[in-house]
């Protein structure tokens, strides 16, 4: 496997149901080739399921399947979100921790007029 090959084999899966299991997740996906990896990302303090997760397939043909067949598709009652991951670090996801000056100010819901 490249390396090109290994950045478009891993699969994100978002709106999964906070009841879905990890085996629920790789049987629906297993069907569309080879899995190296399943994963449903949980919150650190709770260890309940954050509502996404990830599989990597090993083969890149095999992921970009499953994105055509199961985006929009039901899994454990709702309508799960499929797509080739970004690597990690390019999403800009998460929440900021403060200012850029440095000087952060903590909380949620509060406007500071920054």
């Known amino acids: 496997m490249s390396y090109g090959d290994q950045d478009n084999s891993k699969v994100y ?21 080879p899995i190296s990896d399943h ?7 709770t260890g309940y399921s954050r ?17 055509e067949a199961l985006d929009g598709s ?14 990690q670090g390019s999403g800009g996801g998460g929440r900021g921790r403060g200012r850029r000056d440095g000087y952060g100010y903590g909380g949620r819901g509060y406007n500071y007029g920054y």
């Open 74 to 87: 039901e899994l454990g009652g709702r309508n799960i979100k499929v797509n080739i991951a970004r690597p």
């Open 13 to 33: 899966v978002g709106n999964l149901s906070f009841q879905t299991h990890e085996d629920e997740l790789k049987e629906t996906f297993c069907e569309y080739g």
């Open 51 to 67: 509502g996404f997760g990830f599989v990597t397939f090993e083969r890149a043909s095999d992921a970009q399947r499953a994105v």
């Open 39 to 45: 994963v449903i990302v949980k919150d650190r303090n």
